[in-house]
């Protein structure tokens, strides 16, 4: 479970990611496409229904493949 500001947490560290790395990655990349699915996702949901420790280690893991490039 999540608190709004959490969620806002989230959704900006997506957009952070996607930014730094657009310079050097394709916005077609899976990564990429599979992070704004994902800030699509968290803006739909209510904050109570978001789990954010497991969905901020995902987020990680995507920023350090999408760094790797």
Request: proline fraction near 3%.
């Amino acid at each position: 479970m999540a608190t709004w500001m959490e969620k806002d947490v989230l959704i900006e560290f997506i957009s952070h990611v996607v930014a730094v790395t657009a310079r050097d990655v394709d916005v077609d990349n899976p990564d990429v496409i599979e992070l704004l699915e994902l800030k699509h996702k968290l803006y739909c949901m209510d904050p109570e229904e978001i789990d954010y420790e497991k969905e901020g280690e995902f987020i990680k893991q995507k920023q350090a493949i999408l760094e790797g490039i």
